[in-house]
């Protein structure tokens, strides 16, 4: 206990904790869940958007697309990397994301329908990430702190990049409106409940805060999205597919419409349309490359023995 | 019209490795190659783009490059069949890009003194990328030559379905005194080869009956199928801006 | 328009799980299986093509079989997720057949006292059909999973993977008084599927969260490849005839 | 001698042979080479064809392709069983076509390239393959006689709808015309090639025809087909792909150029562009295919052990 507080003072300085640091076991679990399940987001995030690489149209959006899957790739490079810092192993993150244990962001369980839904996807999605990563720049955990930063500044560049597809699509033909305002209706609702359940029934959120791993509520993340994005799509000339969205003059922000609730658990609980097929792409990505994994590691030790012999 | 057909045999090139390697974006056997394998595909790309639009130039009919990539079916690609082989494993996927990237970074080097300076700008970027290809690629086979009974077999089969394409790599093409001679490449790519052949434990194959065809059109049964996805929505939307 | 979309969403059925099976064509487990999976592939592409023929028709803007399949993307198809599925092994095939199967029976049987004269017609052929393909499919679904355990472990991976698409063959859909209730038919599939998994010593799957949305044009990702290709050629070249 | 003497005698009075019947081991090895190969080539001719069933340009056009591949496959069966009259099992055959031992029509390692190729295929090749089968509905093996009529009353159906094919692209665009012309410049000379070598270089053929398994030379039957198919190319404004084709007045038949030999045998040996893909296309679909063969063995031995504890 006199620990704890000491350790509790030190977050409420603002001072990070380091790897090295001696920190309570359940804030060394929750960023560990926390960031093994932020770096899967990431690894699994490849799949819908890699799914319109073979089919971009133009080279320009090909190649920007795939810089883009690959620094989602880079993401989870460097958020395994400060998971590893807390004592788990990238192989054990992996594990557990593939046995179904771990989780990652529902939002990846859907698919990905037009060429549209990638510019969607980097307007909403990457949009609502960011909302919630930004605050984490400043988190009390070192090693994820200076992750998010670096996350985040490329997240935002992905961001606008998504924007401008959609753009380009809204000001394009009648059949490219159209696609776009199909993405937007496909993905508003699943963007929206990125930021999880209303305050009064989130679990972990109390703690979070006081610990300085979460520094906003849900409620309050989702409204700043909601209030950023509305004029966006304002002067893209689409529509949010919510009838009762509104902008409430008192509270200086957009009120709308109820939540699926439903809908959401059932994609949070792993039955999202896409659940299956993405863990199916990863185990087979995985266990088709268990062979070239192993080949490594003999080469190394050959390597290794070689060098010994040789001295 | 010989540089025109031949800044696109070279485009096509690219393009066809480049998408065949993109194949691989999200399903690779490790997270580091994730990021390496697009990196490659994003350098071909690249060059693709600059050649295809300087092909377009250079034509004069106003093609942009992705009029000169979406708009042509099979029969008018102008790739090599070394670069349209199907991934099939890590090990062939390697193998592929070292002995393309074996064989650019001469040619980009030799492409340095051309006397078009569009090419010497191409060459001038894409020469430290192929040396980059080359030993990422390189260190691979040599780590899969040299692993396990399993990735030492791999390796073996790859070089077995690979071999029969590489003499093509070395057939003049459209050929245009802008652009190196492609024989002239020969010995510098057979020493690459061999010093990471040899440090792999790997023996290159005598290859009696080397298959070609690529520059005429004649490609494999795989292409049309890449190019059918490739050119979907392009070809969906005509006249569109993406 | 209701008797319209009713057709189209019957018609991709047919086609869309016809492509599928087509896709086995030369490469199925035994030269017998190159026989039947083509021949039901067919009767599948035979239904489609009168559904779309009549589709057109009662539309009434001249639009053909072919500008039906081939001109609408996979956001405009309405088929149901299960025929959509790619084909994994010969498991999952031969299970996805016997579902759809297990429902069309009926389905058609209850179509021959429709209202609607063509309905009648395209009925009368189709039932038989999927008595056979019930039949042919349903043999090889007791056969694996009575078979050796490698089998019988397969046809429990095709049960766990296809059977949370079977609620959605019962939604209605777009719905037409000439057309069957789709609702009604449950209690004669669950039959069949029960004789059929009581002898291959399977069972059924209670499945709390079915998924669907393919009558929304909400598929699943692998469609859109499968679109990309089969439209490859018509798209190519628009208004030739073929 | 005698036995041989008396066996000569019964196929010169055109009896046919019956698989029960006794025959000289190279007559037996000779059919059990040729059904085989034959049968081999139906197998492995559903490959190039294939590769376009799932793009075939109209619906009907795409039923008409599925079912003529599955005729082959048909064929293939038949062929089999003929063959396995002779004391060879289907399995033995196929062994032999997946380890390269035994041969099948080098024509089929040619890759398809457009969607004028199916017509192609279907007028030339079909149309190639229907001469050298035609006398092979009077070959002395019973068996095998009674398999090509059924053969070649399909094949000359695949023929006419192969033309009907090329005439709508010849009849069509210029672009489907071009398609069309390119493709008879890809396809003539192998199909030239598919009647074999010339008279004076090829082996088997004198003992064949005294044993009426085959009935005219190489060289007659590749002149039919020249002189059956020219017209039909110019009935269609198409060209020929041989500058030194012309008619012949004195020998009333077509002169042609030179045949390529070298493309010839290397195409033979196996070296064609498609002959390691089409051997790893059959190795996979025969390899995937194992554990189905075996669950159906294994089912069937249950059910009679079943069967018989019941009785």
New interface residues.
């Given amino acids: 206990p006199e620990f704890l507080a000491a350790f509790q003072a030190r977050i409420d300085a603002e001072e990070k904790i380091e790897p090295n640091d001696e920190m309570p076991e359940g804030y060394r679990r929750t960023l560990v869940r926390q960031i093994g399940q932020h770096a899967h987001s990431e690894?699994v995030g490849?799949?819908?958007e890699?799914?319109w690489?073979?089919?971009?149209?133009?080279?320009?959006?090909?190649?920007t697309l795939?810089?883009k899957?690959?620094d989602e790739?880079?993401h989870?490079?460097y958020l395994?990397a400060a998971a590893e810092t807390l004592g788990v192993s990238?192989e054990e993150m992996t594990e557990e994301l593939l046995s179904g244990k771990a989780k990652y962001s529902s939002i990846f369980n859907y698919?990905?329908?037009?060429?549209a839904d990638i510019g969607t996807i980097g307007w909403l999605v990457d949009g609502a990430a960011i909302m919630n990563q930004i605050p984490l720049c400043r988190c009390s955990f070192g090693p994820y702190a200076r992750a998010m930063i670096r996350v985040c500044k490329e997240e935002s560049f992905h961001q606008r990049q998504g924007y401008e597809?959609v753009m380009?699509l809204a000001r394009?033909?009648p059949?490219?409106k159209a696609m776009a305002q199909?993405s937007l209706n496909?993905w508003w609702w699943p963007s929206i409940m990125m930021f999880g359940p209303h305050d009064a029934d989130s679990q972990h959120s109390d703690q979070s805060m006081a610990w300085k791993i979460k520094r906003f509520t849900n409620d309050e993340l989702r409204q700043k999205f909601i209030d950023a994005t509305v004029p966006q799509a304002e002067f893209l000339g689409l529509t949010i597919p919510d009838p009762d969205l509104k902008w409430n003059e008192e509270k200086g922000g957009y009120d709308h419409g109820p939540i699926d609730w439903s809908e959401f658990w059932?994609v949070v609980?792993g039955?999202g349309?896409?659940a299956?097929?993405r863990i199916k792409?990863r185990k087979?990505?995985w266990d088709?490359?268990?062979?070239?994994?192993?080949?490594?590691l003999?080469?190394a030790d050959?390597r290794r023995a070689r060098k010994m012999a040789a001295e | 019209m010989a540089l025109f057909e031949a800044l696109l045999e070279l485009a096509d090139d690219h393009l066809v490795l480049g998408h065949r390697l993109s194949e691989w974006c999200g399903h690779a056997p490790m997270l580091e190659e994730d990021l390496a394998m697009p990196n490659m595909a994003l350098d071909l790309i690249g060059t693709a783009r600059n050649l295809y639009a300087y092909a377009g130039e250079v034509e004069g009919k106003g093609q942009s490059e992705d009029d000169l990539a979406y708009l042509r079916d099979e029969r008018a690609y102008r790739n090599l069949l070394l670069v349209e082989r199907p991934n099939e494993d890590f090990a062939h996927t390697m193998l592929r890009q070292l002995y393309f990237a074996a064989f650019m970074h001469p040619y980009w080097q030799a492409a340095l003194s051309s006397s078009d300076e569009t090419v010497r700008g191409i060459a001038g970027k894409a020469v430290k990328e192929m040396a980059y290809h080359i030993r990422h690629a390189g260190e691979w086979v040599v780590r899969l030559g040299d692993g396990t009974e399993e990735s030492a077999r791999r390796m073996k089969d790859a070089v077995f379905a690979l071999s029969i394409y590489v003499d093509e790599l070395f057939e003049e093409g459209a050929g245009d005194d802008a652009l190196p001679s492609r024989a002239a490449i020969r010995p510098v790519f057979d020493k690459t080869i061999a010093r990471i052949f040899d440090e792999a434990g790997l023996e290159s194959l005598e290859v009696p009956f080397p298959q070609s065809g690529g520059r005429d059109g004649r490609h494999g049964e795989g292409l049309g199928h890449m190019l059918a996805e490739m050119q979907s929505v392009y070809r969906a939307h005509p006249g569109a801006s993406w």
Same sequence: chains 1, 4.
């Fill in positions: 690894i490849m799949l819908p890699g799914n690489i073979t089919r971009a149209p133009s080279l320009r959006r090909k190649a795939l810089a899957v690959q790739g880079g989870g490079l395994y990238r698919p990905t329908l037009s060429w597809i380009t394009g033909t059949e490219q199909d496909r059932r609980k039955h349309p896409m299956r097929d792409a087979k990505a088709d490359g268990a062979w070239v994994r192993e080949a490594a003999a080469h050959k």
